[in-house]
Every structure is written in C-alpha cells, then in structure tokens.
C-alpha cells in the first residue's frame, strides 16, 4: 500500500510540478515528505529541472555546482481531483497486485487448454472445476447446440483470467479456434518442437475446422504426423472439441483455406475485408 501511495503521489506531483525532475517519496511515522531532485548550476535555464547554488544553499551549505539536492514539494492543500486521482491509482495497484497474487496461485496460463468436471449449470453459464477452482464457460464461449451436463469431463481453453469481487474469474471456451491449435501443439510432438508450423486455419465450431501445414524437414510429412498412428493423434484433439471434424491439408492461401472450410459448397467469391481497409 506504501508503495502504491507513493506512486500516486509522485504522479500528483508530476502534474503540479512538471516531469522531467526526478520524485522521491519518504516516510517517517505520520509525516509524508514529497521531494523533487534538481541539478544545481550557475544559471537557471529550465527550472524544472535545476536549482541556482544559492537557492540550494539555502537547504544545504555543503552543496556544490554540478550536484543533485532534493527539496520538499508542497503538497498542501489538495485539490479535489487531485485527491481522487490518488484514490484511482492506489486502488489499481493494489487491484493488479491481488490478481498476480490469485494468478500466482492457479497452475495454468491463458491460451492454455485444461480440462475439468461441469460442477453446476446456471442460467446457461457452464461451471467448471479447475484445479480446485471454478471456471466459467459463457454462452457466447459454448459451442452452439452442444449440451454440457453436470459431472461431464470437458476440456476448455482458458480465455482469460480476471479478478471479480468474489476472487479470481477464469472465464472459459469451446468456439476459440485458438483451442484447437493449443489442441495440436499439446498432441503433436513435431509442433510443439517448431518441425511442423500451422500457417493458416479457419474454424466453424462444432462443424469443421481446416488446419494448413507446413514442415521446415522436407522429410517430415506434417499431416502425417498430426493424424499419428492409426488417427490416434488427431482423434484426441477430436474427442476435446466434441467430435467437430478437422481437416489437415497442406499449406495454402488464406482464400483456399476458406474455400476448404466451406466443401462441398462452393463459393463464387471470398473478399479479405481486412485488406480492403488498408
């Protein structure tokens, strides 16, 4: 809390007193000293930054020319925005220093994929136990149509963590196409050791996910690799997304990536938006 006080106040005097000097913030018992530090010179040109020797003087004898003194800021008489900005600053430091301490607790990192048992259902919000927490699996993260019952083992990719009232939220997905190439980075050796890149993938949950490849080894196959032996590889990536279908092809364009998502249909046009705003 200390510190965050004098972060807050230290960005308080900045703004009465400019930013270039450097702040220093001490304190003994009750008292709090705010102290600016300038380099003392012949003549002042910013005084911002620099002090004349006899100003400096003034507060110690022993100061020479080319030396830092530092000196107490008026802090008196607070201004009411000012006051809340110190109140804004010292409750989000210690709002980021309560979530890395409930992060700091929980095994896993976001983007990873981690599975659990549905400890309960709740107005379409799935709960999930993870690693002796609970995960929420929001409808917006579910995969449509899919139907999650309590006690079921379900694997998740973990979204984001954010710290709530009640500690810390682990919110929850099973439509992040991020998941099913964390899927394939856990499953296949050759991936998650850089042989095998994923270029480019597109993905409509619970349907189809197409998945390009490419091998830096020219004598390593990468769709070999990721379906294993006898599909035992891609079968597990299959069995956590809820049997959707993936298909392995070969490194292609972005357009053909499309064009493979969407067969048998076929599309008279596929138009990059993202390049059309540039």
């Known amino acids: 809390i200390q510190q965050s006080f004098s972060h807050a106040l230290v960005s308080v005097a900045r703004k009465r007193h400019g930013v270039g000097p450097e702040y220093e913030v001490h304190f003994e018992g009750d008292n709090i000293d705010v102290l600016v530090f300038k380099r003392i010179v012949e003549t002042v040109k910013n005084p911002s930054m620099e002090v004349s020797l006899k100003d400096a003087q003034k507060h110690d004898e022993n100061v020479n020319l080319g030396d830092e003194i530092g000196t107490a800021v008026d802090m008196s008489k607070l201004l009411r925005q000012e006051i809340n900005t110190i109140k804004q600053i010292v409750f ?13 607790k929980f095994p896993y990192n976001e983007g990873e994929v981690v599975k659990g048992v549905v400890s309960r259902v709740v107005d379409q919000v799935v709960y999930v136990n993870v690693a002796n927490m609970e995960g929420m699996l929001p409808p917006r993260e579910q995969i449509k149509e899919e139907v999650i019952n309590p006690g079921e083992t379900v694997h998740c990719y973990i979204k984001g963590l954010e710290q709530s009232k009640s500690g810390l939220r682990i919110v929850l997905s099973r439509k992040d196409i991020n998941m099913v190439s964390r899927l394939l980075h856990d499953t296949v050796y050759e991936i998650e050791n850089g042989t095998v890149q994923i270029t480019r993938m597109a993905r409509v949950p619970g349907i ?23 599909g035992d590889k891609i079968n597990q990536v299959i ?10 092809i070969k490194d292609l364009s972005n357009e053909d990536v499309i064009h493979k998502l969407f067969e048998p249909a076929e599309l008279s046009n596929v138009f990059d938006y993202h390049e059309e705003l540039l």
């Open 92 to 104: 989000s430091d210690i709002k980021r220093e309560e979530k890395k301490r409930l992060v700091a």
């Open 239 to 248: 069995y956590a997304i809820g049997g959707e279908q993936i298909r392995l």
């Open 208 to 230: 189809k996910t197409v998945v390009a490849l490419k091998s830096k080894d020219k004598t390593t196959d990468p769709i070999s690799v990721c379906v294993g032996l006898g």
